[in-house]
């Protein structure tokens, strides 16, 4: 190879984050909460505020994030992280502050913080990972669990006769005066990805502006807890998953769009 043909460093398609960690992540293989994780590193490497932002993760799949990406973390029990990063943000208002969460912790553990925070307009961003069932914990019927999807605590389907239809969490939030920004998203294809992406830069550069909460939904697979190959998860995610919960913007700049 001539000289002339080395890449040259500004034709460099991906590198790994400086703020990721060397410990291995440890989510199952195929699950989305990996790529969300390396998503969330390059967003903050990429705007320069690791030494502004503070990350707040409770329990579930989402309390291992704190050995991935190298700033500053809070634990919060199940179901308070948007409790402690209200706290947080109101002591330390110049800081960018964020939840990771999933759905069985946001949706059901949290509803109550979750509403509350994003009715009140914390200035505070809240990445929610929604894959329809309790990843960690054993695999149980989550809020979001879809209806006749199987679950270990209902091994014949959700039965919506008893145990209602699935929760549209980012939906109901979005209605709330609070909310500013409110997206749904997902990260099992490239243009996914990038999607996501831009998402999370716009969600974190929001709290400059102090105009409330933004709230980013970003739909998974759970190829493990849902018994399924990654790729059948994705496939199955598609075709089932995005029926309930429809990609999108859905609040900008304050204002409903559907």
Request: aromatic fraction near 8%; proline fraction near 5%; hydrophobic fraction near 40%.
């Amino acid at each position: 190879m001539e000289s002339t043909d080395i890449i040259k460093p500004e034709n460099l398609v991906y590198k790994r984050s400086r703020l990721m960690t060397e410990q291995p992540l440890s989510y199952c293989p195929g699950c989305g909460h990996g790529t969300v994780t390396n998503l969330i590193a390059e967003v903050i490497e990429e705007l320069g505020i690791e030494s502004e932002v503070i990350g707040i993760a409770p329990v579930g799949c989402a309390v291992t994030v704190y050995d991935f990406i190298a700033i500053d973390w809070i634990g919060a029990a199940h179901g308070r992280a948007t409790a402690v990063a209200t706290a947080v943000k109101r002591v330390l208002p110049d800081r960018y502050v964020f939840t990771y969460q999933g759905d069985g912790d946001l949706a059901a553990i949290g509803t109550a913080e979750t509403i509350h925070a994003c009715n009140r307009g914390e200035n505070i961003t809240i990445i929610f990972v929604n894959n329809g069932i309790y990843g960690m914990t054993g695999g149980q019927m989550a809020p979001t669990t879809l209806e006749g999807m199987k679950t270990s605590t209902c091994p014949y389907g959700r039965d919506v006769n008893m145990q209602g239809p699935p929760i549209d969490i980012t939906r109901m939030i979005a209605v709330l005066s609070g909310t500013y920004y409110v997206t749904r998203q997902a990260v099992h294809t490239p243009a996914a990805v990038r999607k996501t992406k831009k998402a999370l830069l716009k969600a974190f550069e929001l709290q400059k502006t102090n105009k409330g909460v933004s709230f980013i939904e970003i739909v998974s697979n759970c190829n493990s807890g849902w018994k399924m190959s990654p790729v059948d998860a994705n496939r199955w995610m598609e075709e089932k998953m995005f029926k309930i919960y429809p990609l999108g913007d859905i609040k900008v700049d304050g204002k409903m769009l559907v």
